[in-house]
Nanobody, 121 residues
Framework: QVQVVESGGGLVQAGGSLRLSCVASGIIFRINDMGWYRQAPGKQRELVATITSGGDTNYADSVKGRFTISRDNAKNTIYLQMNSLKPEDTAAYYC???????????????WGQGTQVTVSS
């Protein structure tokens, strides 16, 4: 069984920084693309940033220049360094992984349970 678990959320003042982590665990053969998404109350879930297994990245326009996604393949972990946080960044942040299980050889998308980020003005 594969799990994806986020951590690192919290309350921060505007202009501050947070670092989110996401670990994939279980009987994993390969992890392809991974990414961070967020959902604010009353809004749809939106892409924040993605990273391929080779390290290619993609960002939402709203976070470019402020957020950095990175990946440690040896630890099956991705990170989201968030700087210059704004109140509009307040949301639940979810990790998504495209993961192939070693036990079944099946590839599917896994979502974490989310971690809350709250930015006060």
């Amino acid at each position: 069984q594969v799990q994806v678990v986020e951590s690192g959320g919290g309350l921060v003042q505007a202009g501050g920084s947070l670092r989110l982590s996401c670990v994939a665990s279980g009987i994993i053969f390969r992890i392809n693309d991974m990414g961070w998404y967020r959902q604010a109350p009353g809004k749809q879930r939106e892409l924040v940033a993605t990273i391929t297994s080779g390290g290619d990245t993609n960002y939402a326009d709203s976070v470019k220049g402020r957020f950095t996604i990175s990946r440690d393949n040896a630890k099956n972990t991705i990170y989201l360094q968030m700087n210059s946080l704004k109140p509009e960044d307040t949301a639940a942040y979810y990790c998504k992984g495209d993961i192939q299980q070693a036990s079944t050889w099946r590839t599917r998308v896994y979502w974490g349970q989310g971690t809350q980020v709250t930015v006060s003005s």
